[in-house]
């Protein structure tokens, strides 16, 4: 089977302690970039294997070179401009507590360019290191947009939004073909702000900033479409959505159905992985808008808890979600990485690979093999 696998994952791990260790040293001056890189290349081929042992076939370095999903490839692009500190964002647990969060911040301040690869040198040792699909994940074009808005677009080096767009979705074609000339054929787009805009509040505030939430789903569904418009026809790509991932903490809540129909039928893509895992991401009839052919990845397990979902009713739900689309077009996963910054969720080393290790057996068990 093509990915996205009928077991896969959204793509980072929890950092184990030594990496941690080297990259606060790396941070405070006490040690150099070389002997990190060492550390993350040990760290990352430990994680390889693990995956490829518990059954995965698509294949992620964990993001062990990064501290958050999205910062660390956008600040790479000439033009982005990364800030600290200019505002808190409120992160929730289900018990209610809040977890504070003051996330970078991205402005561009000069014309968005792609002058150097970004992930090519970090593909280059995955793909050495696996026997398995190696899949690298990158954040959304949306990433570049959506918190700060026009704010955090400069007037006088874009006048115009669409000439931001341009450059914005040149840039990330050029990494595109970058990595695909290395031989990726499995790419995954990581996106939140689809997600939400699904949420009833959040969805008023952009419009009391002037912006039309569903106007703002038709857009980053083109820029994701433009991104990836020269990719070769081999090369498989998927979206994941996410309302929010730090600490075991969310941010958003709402089901699709806000965004489903423009998101499943415009955005040009072969599969889209979806969170799942509770009661914040509503019903699965929004999924009678899925097209035939994107897979639909049912994030039906939990990477924010430790405790490992029973068989019973994982498959459970995956019977509910196929009333709605077919299942020989679904697949399994959590519904978002274990770690999307290096601080990572509440739970154990051991207790990420007893859950992976179940998501394999459920998928196994219902679609014959993984």
């Not at 418009?229 to 929010?244: A, E, I, N, Q, T």
């Amino acid at each position: 089977m093509a990915p996205p696998f009928r077991a896969d994952h959204v793509g980072s791990f929890l950092r184990p302690e030594r990496l941690r260790e080297a990259r606060q040293k790396f941070f405070a001056h006490e040690i150099s970039a070389e002997a990190l890189r060492a550390v993350e290349d040990e760290c990352i081929r430990e994680v390889v294997k693990k995956q490829e042992e518990v059954g995965l076939k698509g294949i992620t370095d964990g993001e062990f070179r990064r501290t958050y999903f999205h910062v660390d490839f956008l600040e790479k692009l000439d033009g982005v401009e990364v800030r600290y500190g200019e505002f808190s964002s409120s992160f929730r647990k289900d018990d209610g507590t809040q977890v504070g969060f003051k996330p970078p911040t991205m402005h561009v301040e000069s014309k968005i360019k792609h002058a150097r690869s970004i992930q090519g040198a970090d593909f280059d040792f995955l793909k050495g290191a696996v026997t398995k699909t190696p899949k690298v994940c990158i954040p959304a074009p949306s990433m570049l947009h959506f918190r700060g808005g026009r704010e955090a677009i400069s007037a006088q080096v874009y006048p115009r939004m669409e000439d931001f767009y341009d450059d914005l979705t040149a840039a990330y074609r050029d990494e595109v073909n970058d990595l695909a000339k290395r031989g990726l054929r499995y790419l995954q787009l990581d996106d939140t702000n689809l997600a939400y805009l699904c949420d009833p509040a959040i969805r008023e505030r952009t419009k009391a900033r002037g912006d039309d939430p569903d106007a703002l789903v038709r857009l980053y569904c083109k820029l994701v479409n433009d991104a990836i418009k020269d990719r070769p026809k081999d090369m498989v790509v998927s979206v994941h959505l996410c309302r929010g991932n730090f600490k075991s903490a969310w941010v958003a809540q709402g089901g699709y159905e806000p965004v489903a129909e423009i998101l499943l039928n415009e955005m040009k893509i072969d599969g889209f992985f979806l969170e799942y895992d509770d009661e914040r991401s509503g019903d699965f009839a929004p999924l009678r808008f899925a097209p035939k052919g994107p897979t639909i990845v049912l994030g039906l397990m939990s990477s924010k808890q430790a405790a490992v979902e029973s068989k019973d009713e994982v498959k459970r739900r995956i019977e509910e979600a196929a009333r709605y689309v077919p299942l020989e077009q679904c697949a399994l996963s959590h519904q978002c990485g274990f770690s999307s910054t290096a601080h990572g969720n509440d739970l154990t080393e051991a207790d990420q690979w007893k859950k992976l290790a179940r998501c394999v057996e459920v998928a196994s068990e219902v679609w014959g093999g993984v």
